[in-house]
């Protein structure tokens, strides 16, 4: 059961497969790690881990159809995450994930957060990305000013930057979910 009682799932979890495969030595992808992190933040903000439903595709049976269920998957959902990369800019079903979900939204980019896992410009994003300011999990080294992305190849407290960013991912992301249950609670109150 979701948080948001209008919808199956709080968050539908939006990556390219290729951001969440697991470097040697490491249990977990990159995907994988910021969303098990992810839930637990989430559910200490909204006061439940057991009432919050996050959604990505790797709990898809083997035989389930690809298309259908992850469209019916992104139907339900209250929010949409982007993990934005090279990977997800050349995925087509990154691309059919988010113009699904902002279809049913109506637009409304409130409900539709991007963590950036690599920089992308702003004019190589889709365009209904471009003014989002999003979330970015990397950094600038000092020294030569290439990007490096934080948590790699998994977070460690040594790296309070990526806890940091995630934290206020978590809050506003909850923020927008309590939103988004207040919304359905006045209009059964209506009724």
């Given at each position: 059961?979701?948080?948001?009682?209008?919808?199956?799932?709080?968050?539908?979890?939006?990556?390219?497969?290729?951001?969440?495969?697991?470097?040697?030595?490491?249990?977990?992808?990159?995907?994988?790690?910021?969303?098990?992190?992810?839930?637990?933040?989430?559910?200490?903000c909204l006061g439940?881990?057991?009432?919050?439903?996050?959604?990505?595709?790797?709990?898809?049976?083997?035989?389930?159809?690809?298309?259908?269920?992850?469209?019916?998957?992104?139907?339900?959902?209250?929010?949409?995450?982007?993990?934005?990369?090279?990977?997800?800019?050349?995925?087509?079903?990154?691309?059919?994930?988010?113009?699904?979900?902002?279809?049913?939204?109506?637009?409304?980019?409130?409900?539709?957060?991007?963590v950036e896992r690599?920089?992308?410009?702003?004019?190589?994003?889709?365009?209904?990305?471009?003014?989002?300011?999003?979330?970015?999990?990397?950094?600038?080294?000092?020294?030569?000013?290439?990007?490096?992305?934080?948590?790699?190849?998994?977070?460690?407290?040594?790296?309070?930057?990526y806890y940091h960013?995630?934290?206020?991912?978590?809050?506003?992301?909850?923020?927008?979910?309590?939103?988004?249950?207040?919304?359905?609670?006045?209009?059964?109150?209506?009724?």
């Amino acid at each position: 059961m979701a948080y948001t009682s209008d919808w199956q799932n709080d968050v539908f979890v939006s990556y390219a497969q290729v951001d969440d495969q697991p470097l040697s030595g490491a249990h977990d992808g990159w995907v994988g790690s910021l969303v098990d992190a992810l839930k637990v933040l989430l559910g200490q903000c909204l006061g439940r881990t057991d009432a919050l439903a996050v959604w990505r595709d790797v709990q898809l049976p083997g035989h389930a159809p690809l298309t259908p269920e992850i469209l019916a998957r992104v139907r339900s959902s209250a929010t949409l995450l982007i993990v934005l990369s090279e990977g997800y800019l050349a995925s087509e079903w990154c691309g059919r994930e988010y113009r699904e979900f902002l279809a049913l939204a109506g637009g409304d980019t409130r409900r539709l957060f991007v963590v950036e896992r690599t920089p992308i410009e702003r004019h190589r994003r889709p365009h209904e990305l471009g003014d989002l300011l999003g979330y970015p999990f990397w950094v600038r080294d000092r020294r030569d000013g290439r990007a490096r992305t934080l948590g790699v190849p998994i977070p460690t407290p040594a790296e309070p930057e990526y806890y940091h960013r995630l934290g206020r991912l978590a809050l506003e992301l909850a923020s927008e979910l309590q939103r988004l249950k207040a919304m359905t609670q006045q209009h059964v109150e209506l009724r």
